[in-house]
């Protein structure tokens, strides 16, 4: 069995501050890692996911995570945020394909000016 | 490419009625999922198919429960006797085949169906 515990469930931040948003999974197996973002009013996207190789995994928009398997973890971070990250963001685990995901409660981030 | 679309976006409904939710997923995609997601908690697994074939089945999924995707297209969630504990965000999600033993990279959400059950 496979859970994820997302630590924080709601995240403040100032637009150009730092933002970490924490995952952590427990899993028996071999596990994938993805990090989803669901902007209001829409469907759930993809943001970015740890399958193999380095462990540092970066999106287009500037997010970054690094699987860390001792600490069994895969933080979210960008070192300088906007208005327009504002949004709930899904950290998920799978052992067998993304489709059969674990995700984890959400955190939802608000950036304020 | 149009994107997963779900209907309806909001079904109210009484206890004890039947409700059915439609999802038509990317049109090459050949995997399609369904998931609940509740107020305050992420997205559970609920049940998914390859082409018409309905792969697994998550607990979650109850007898009053039944999916299909009679020609590999678009898929259809019925719940049966609906009870309040059902009142939840219903997602549908498509990806498209990979060779055996790839994982899959990418998974396509929908915007979800919204069901009240009073």
């Known amino acids: 069995a496979q859970s994820v515990t997302q630590l924080d469930s709601q995240v403040p931040v100032f637009e150009e501050a730092p933002v970490e948003l924490r995952c952590n999974y427990s899993s028996s197996v071999s596990v994938y890692l993805f990090w989803y973002v669901q902007y209001p009013n829409q469907g759930l996207q993809l943001l970015l996911k740890?399958?193999?190789?380095?462990?540092l995994v970066e999106s287009i928009n500037g997010f970054e995570a690094e699987f860390n398997k001792s600490q069994t973890s895969f933080h979210l971070r960008k070192p300088s945020v906007h208005i327009s990250d504002t949004a709930e963001y899904f950290c998920?685990?799978?052992?067998?394909?993304?489709?059969?995901?674990?995700f984890g409660d959400g955190t939802t981030l608000t950036v304020k000016p | 490419d149009t994107g997963v679309s779900q209907d309806p976006r909001h079904k109210i409904t009484k206890r004890g009625q039947n409700v059915t939710f439609r999802c038509d997923p990317i049109?090459?995609?050949?995997?399609l999922y369904w998931y609940r997601q509740t107020l305050g908690q992420g997205p559970e697994f609920l049940t998914y198919f390859q082409n018409e074939a309905q792969l697994e089945k998550s607990r979650l999924l109850s007898d009053r429960f039944s999916a299909e995707r009679p020609k590999g297209s678009f898929s259809t969630l019925e719940i049966q006797r609906t009870e309040q504990g059902d009142s939840a965000m219903y997602l549908c999600?498509?990806?498209?085949?990979?060779?055996?033993?790839?994982?899959?990279?990418?998974?396509?959400f929908g915007s979800g169906t919204q069901l009240s059950v009073l």
């Open positions: 740890y399958l193999s190789g380095s462990t």
């Open positions: 049109s090459e995609h050949n995997r």
């Open positions: 998920a685990v799978s052992n067998t394909n993304a489709g059969k995901s674990t």
């Open positions: 999600a498509s990806a498209p085949s990979t060779a055996g033993g790839e994982i899959e990279e990418k998974l396509f």
